[in-house]
């Protein structure tokens, strides 16, 4: 099955600054990669997401970039505020009807005043 | 629109004692999923229902089963209930036009 590994697990910037977080994934079957940013004692919740038809999407501060040779995702976070700390969480799936998520085990960002 | 609703929010139980996790949605969504969430370990999929009527395994099914009763509802059971199984539940579901999983707000379970 498919394997997700995210690094690194906690990341600590100063407000202002930029946050990148790396996932790689090992089916070469999947297509659809979301980020979830998780808020402590809240439900995860979409921020992002890629398919593997585009190399790359932003949304305002946000942006993945995915390059499928080497079976790997990333997420970029400019202009840190504090209100982006949080568990931010990758997933990867093969798409389709059921489209189950394998998710990375999470980066707590910490963003310091 | 509720979207995902979950009850209960906390429960305890004792080991060996069975419960069942409620999940509803009013979003018309076809397919539903329960996740665990232990930390460290990101959230592992339990079981799916891609469609009413239909139930698969996902990564971690020992100890679980499920139901889909209808369209709108995905209960997971716990028959005889483990520490092992002290976790944050979260059921998710989605539309059969979009890869997005709208997830409900949990159920934080403790067994003793």
């Known amino acids: 099955g498919e394997n997700v590994e995210q690094h690194p697990s906690t990341l600590s910037v100063q407000e202002g600054d930029s946050a990148v977080i790396k996932c790689t994934y090992s089916?070469?079957?999947?297509?659809?990669f979301p980020w979830y940013k998780q808020e402590l004692g809240k439900r995860p919740q979409l921020i992002i997401d890629?398919?593997?038809?585009?190399g790359e999407k932003k949304d305002q501060r946000i942006a993945v970039t995915l390059n499928k040779t080497a079976k790997h995702f990333s997420l970029h976070i400019t202009e840190t505020q504090p209100e982006d700390s949080a568990v931010y969480f990758c997933a990867a799936s093969r798409g389709g009807t059921a489209s189950k998520l394998t998710f990375g085990t999470g980066t707590r960002l910490q963003v310091t005043l | 629109n509720a979207g995902v609703t979950q009850t209960p929010k906390f429960q305890v139980l004792k080991t060996g004692q069975s419960m069942t996790l409620q999940c509803a949605q009013d979003m018309n969504h076809n397919s539903m999923y329960w996740y665990r969430q232990d930390p460290g370990m990101g959230l592992r999929l339990i079981y799916y229902s891609a469609s009413e009527g239909t139930t698969d395994k996902g990564e971690v099914p020992n100890g679980y089963n499920v139901s889909r009763l209808n369209k709108r509802e995905f209960s997971l059971r716990l028959e005889s209930a483990a520490p092992s199984q002290t976790s944050v539940y979260f059921c998710?579901?989605?539309?059969?036009?979009?890869?997005?999983?709208?997830f409900g707000p949990g159920t934080r379970l403790t067994v003793t």
């Open positions: 890629i398919r593997s038809n585009v």
């Open positions: 998710a579901s989605k539309p059969n036009d979009s890869y997005e999983q709208y």
């Open positions: 089916d070469s079957a999947s297509n659809y």
